[in-house]
């Protein structure tokens, strides 16, 4: 038994200890919006964030995520980025499959965080991490920028 | 109010017939079927017209198995609280079929979308009609039965109130999820009719009346955001591989590396040591052709899905290789080429080329190679099955769910009635998933687990090495011009393992379909055409990828013209436009084409003037013949494909050191009148990221047999960096009263051509072999 902290809550997992966080949320836990598309860190569909900052959870193993907050795309709309992010999101008409949406949500938010006003390199620096194979980048961007504009509350 | 896709409860209570909802199996009267005279017989998904030739032509959704229904009882359902539910039985794979096909039948219904729910049809194509989602045919088949299944229901609920206030029917009017009474104001809404309206009979068809395109509140409107958008990003909407049942067990299994291997003997005492396996299981392997089999191999059975993983890694198997361990993409290039250097069969041929040939001023030879891709869905292919009392039950990422059922029940030998199979949405398709294979994988082991329910997911890894991937082609193509110029003479030999192949082993020649898709159907004013299909044997399972053969024969002509052009001197848009030649409407037939995308030659003719119109489309809106910087270049392509055309100008920026950037793509589309701009736009956009993608960066090849890529660090995916920073898509404006055209593949074709024409602007350096690579820093 593992005790990782979801979404503010103590979750007791019965994985092994190099079990990948991404398995451990998906399987033990049910909160598939953390998706696997390549296990080796390779295309951001699993990102979390771990004490804040964007992780790839398919390389992550549980051990290294006790003691520390985990947040799914299934709590990031508490936040007021994500949910400016979220909100972009749809506004936009970003997803297309969306399958690797939550991935690019939770690295677009953890970005904006720290980065309330990214530039274009920010934005490519940020986000080349995430593989969107239907090709929705030119939206991901306008939607990044948007909500980027949005979290001031002025527009 | 949008309902969440949720595979694990959508047993019986998401068919509207078993639902509480009231309008809903009364009688059918006045509603037959469009049936395929094809049946079920499904040789190759999404192709049968091809293959059957001695039946009589029968075009559109007509030619599809199970043909079309406009049923209302099928597809429609109100409950007293009024809300509407509509049943999409197409396959969302993110070409917005969820919210494209409910929003026609709403708007004809005049239903409020926002008291519309979406309900997802398991397989069940006697109800629904076909169901093969893939060939860019949704909207373009089902855009008219839809709209009568909303005209219909439409039309009882009229007949209800006119009834319940005892006046003429002429005297009503719905109007927004309500009825009104024109001289008395009266009003009823939907969910107080739903009781009445389900106890009358459906209209008959010819007594339908269709709004007039003028009043349409949605269709062509792209005023409704996507139907799951808000479950995406906040991660409840449901993949295939999110399926969760009660006592779930989790496999993954290894299969035989190289297509006709098999088992020869396994060992798996040490997988069986990885904490959380349950059992290894081997799956029976078929000899070639694939056709929907499963490749067979060993399945470990876990308790969750990196126990699996951790098992399969720990099994130690001797494969025995087959006939295809020596396949090895570098020899194959080669073999291909000598193919495409001698005569093959002849396909078309009109005037004497050779004559042609011998007496012209010039003459110009290319040859064109683009290698094998994988689909890489970002959600690699994934199923859960589970058997009860002998029927078994089934989830998939499935684009072809009556396909699936009906393998499904052949494998393990019980009746179609006996299986269900739901459809999830799909984490990407892009014809990848319309092969059932790894569903019944799901239905076998199920069976082996005594009917537990077992999801298999593939992993990344599997989903590249063991594919349906696309061809492997070379193209030669040859033209004679005169003194002026002019091209007289045109050889085109085409040279590409055939999709038949997957399910005929001996297949070497190319099918109608796909010489039908911009190879036989050049459109060029040429006096002197020879179009040839020299043989070619495949090695590996082959299948059909987005815009399927249009890739590799787009890329070549589009890149020949443009090379005939500059060996010319002539700007390559008004070399291309001439030879397109004045506007005219081509039956294909009279070029040898038999396929022209299962649609009839007379209704949609290969229109010259379209062709034209969005080069000169996309042209003037990318400021074409402006001067540009150094190093930057602009190029032209177009295709005409799943009867939409489609031309691109690609903008390029090149470094000093060779690295490429592309600023600007502006898109061209004509596929007749647009139900959902807003999707189709978005169907452009994303189609240009893929054919930058597949020119730029991938590539699958083989060695001893064996796919060489594991994951995205060695089939590389365009990512945002280096993605078009703008892509801009001009929608030319189409007519509700004329035939529609394709959306989600016809976006690719030209986006490859019109990339390496602009590298050659800017550089004069032309490319022939995709990807490109590293191949501008040379």
Redesign the interface.
């Known amino acids: 038994m593992v005790t990782l902290h979801v979404n503010g809550k103590p979750q007791q997992v019965d994985v092994t200890p190099d079990t990948p966080l991404l398995w451990a949320l998906r399987d033990a836990l049910g909160l598939t919006g953390t998706k696997y598309g390549c296990g080796m860190a390779l295309c951001g569909a699993c990102t979390v964030h771990l004490d804040g900052q964007a992780v790839r959870s398919c390389v992550t193993p549980v051990s290294a995520a006790v003691q520390r907050k985990v947040t799914t795309v299934e709590a990031i709309g508490a936040d007021r980025v994500g949910k400016a992010v979220q909100a972009a999101w749809v506004e936009l008409g970003v997803p297309q499959c969306g399958y690797c949406q939550t991935g690019q949500v939770m690295s677009a938010t953890a970005l904006l965080k720290q980065k309330p006003q990214p530039t274009d390199a920010d934005i490519d620096a940020a986000m080349s991490g995430n593989i969107c194979r239907c090709g929705t980048y030119t939206r991901i961007r306008a939607a990044i920028q948007q909500a980027a504009g949005r979290k001031g509350g002025t527009k | 109010m949008n309902t969440p896709l949720d595979p694990t409860t959508s047993a019986a209570s998401d068919a509207p017939s078993d639902s509480p909802l009231l309008l809903a199996n009364v009688s059918r009267r006045g509603f037959l079927t469009g049936v395929s005279a094809l049946g079920g017989l499904v040789l190759v998904v999404g192709f049968p017209a091809a293959l059957r030739a001695a039946d009589p032509p029968k075009y559109g959704a007509d030619g599809m198995p199970d043909g079309w229904v406009d049923d209302p009882l099928a597809f429609v359902a109100i409950g007293e609280d009024g809300t509407v539910s509509i049943v999409c039985h197409r396959s969302?794979?993110?070409?917005?079929v969820r919210t494209s096909m409910p929003m026609i039948v709403a708007d004809e219904l005049e239903a409020d979308w926002k008291r519309v729910r979406v309900v997802q049809a398991p397989a069940d194509q006697k109800r629904f009609g076909n169901q093969d989602t893939d060939g860019s045919r949704s909207t373009r088949h089902f855009f008219d039965p839809m709209r009568r299944c909303g005209a219909a229901a439409r039309a009882m609920l009229e007949t209800a109130a006119a009834a319940r206030w005892n006046v003429p029917v002429s005297e009503v009017e719905a109007q927004n999820h309500e009825v009104v009474h024109r001289a008395s104001g009266r009003r009823l809404g939907y969910g107080a009719l739903a009781k009445d309206a389900a106890k009358l009979p459906v209209p008959a068809r010819e007594t339908i009346r269709l709004k007039d395109p003028a009043r349409f509140r949605y269709i062509g409107k792209g005023n409704l955001?996507?139907i799951?958008?808000?479950d995406?990003?906040?991660?409840?909407?449901?993949?295939a591989?999110?399926t969760?049942l009660d006592g779930m067990l989790?496999a993954v299994v290894a299969r035989p590396p190289v297509y006709g291997g098999r088992v020869s003997k396994y060992d798996a005492t040490q997988a069986l040591k990885v904490?959380?396996v349950v059992r290894v299981v081997e799956i029976e392997s078929s000899a070639p052709p694939a056709e929907f089999n499963p490749l067979g191999g060993v399945a470990v059975i876990a308790r969750?899905?990196?126990?699996a993983?951790k098992g399969r890694e720990a099994l130690t198997i001797e494969w025995n290789d087959g006939p295809n361990a020596e396949y090895d993409s570098v020899v194959f290039k080669a073999t291909l080429e000598q193919a495409a250097r001698k005569p093959g069969k002849v396909v078309r041929n009109e005037g004497d080329v050779d004559a042609a040939m011998a007496s012209a001023a010039r003459r110009l030879e290319a040859e064109y190679y683009i290698p094998h891709h994988a689909?890489?869905?970002?959600?690699?292919p994934a199923a859960t099955a589970r058997i009860v009392h002998g029927k078994c039950e089934a989830w998939g990422c499935i684009q072809s769910p009556q396909v699936a059922r009906d393998r499904i029940a052949k494998r393990l030998g019980i009746s179609l009635e006996d299986v269900k199979v739901n459809v999830t949405?799909?984490?990407?398709?892009?014809g990848r998933k319309s092969k059932p294979d790894f569903m019944i994988e799901a239905a076998v082991l199920s069976k082996a687990m005594g009917g537990a329910p077992v999801k298999v997911?593939w992993?990344?890894e599997d989903d590249l090495h063991n594919s349906y991937h696309h061809t492997v082609s070379v193209e030669h193509l040859e033209a004679a011009l005169d003194a002026q110029g002019k091209p007289v003479a045109w050889l085109h030999r085409t040279v590409a393992p055939t999709i038949i192949s997957t399910f005929n082993a001996d297949a070497k020649n190319q099918a109608p379909f796909e010489l039908g898709m911009t190879a036989i159907n050049m459109p060029f004013v040429i006096p002197n055409v020879r179009i040839e299909n020299p043989e070619a044997t495949a090695h590996t399972r082959i299948g059909w990828f987005r815009s399927v053969s249009n890739i590799p024969h787009a890329f070549a002509v589009q890149s020949f013209v443009a090379e005939l052009a500059a060996a010319v001197g002539r700007d390559p848009k008004d070399f291309l436009l001439e030879l397109i030649g004045p506007a005219r409407r081509i039956d294909t037939r009279t070029q040898g084409d038999t396929w022209n995308y299962g649609e009839s030659p007379e209704r949609y003719p290969l229109d010259t003037g379209r062709l034209r119109r969005v080069i000169e489309t996309a042209a003037r809106e990318a400021g074409w013949g402006k001067a540009l910087p150094q190093g930057r270049g602009k190029g032209v392509a177009v295709a005409y494909s799943f009867v939409t055309y489609v031309a691109a100008v690609v903008e390029v920026a090149i470094s000093d050191k060779g690295e490429l950037t592309i600023p600007r793509v502006d898109v061209a589309v004509d596929c007749g009148a647009q139900i959902n701009p807003?999707?189709v736009r978005?169907?452009m956009?994303?189609?240009?990221?893929?054919g930058v993608?597949f020119a730029t960066a991938g590539e699958i090849s083989y060695k001893a047999g064996r796919v060489e890529q594991d994951?995205?660090?060695s089939y590389e995916?365009?990512?945002?960096?280096a993605?078009?920073?703008?892509?801009r898509v001009h929608l030319v404006p189409g007519s509700f009263s004329e035939p529609l055209g394709g959306v989600g593949e016809p976006g690719v074709p030209p986006i490859a051509p019109a990339l390496c024409n602009a590298i050659f602007a800017a550089t004069g350096k032309r490319i022939r072999g995709l990807p490109i690579r590293d191949q501008l820093k040379a």
């Open positions: 969302e794979m993110g070409q917005g955001k996507l799951d958008g808000p995406i990003v906040s991660g409840k909407a449901q993949y591989i999110d969760r989790y904490p959380g969750n899905t990196w126990a993983i689909h890489a869905t970002m959600e690699p949405l799909l984490g990407g398709g892009f997911t992993t990344r807003e999707r978005a169907q956009e994303g189609a240009c990221v893929m993608s994951n995205y660090h995916i365009t990512r945002m960096a993605a078009p920073r703008e892509i």
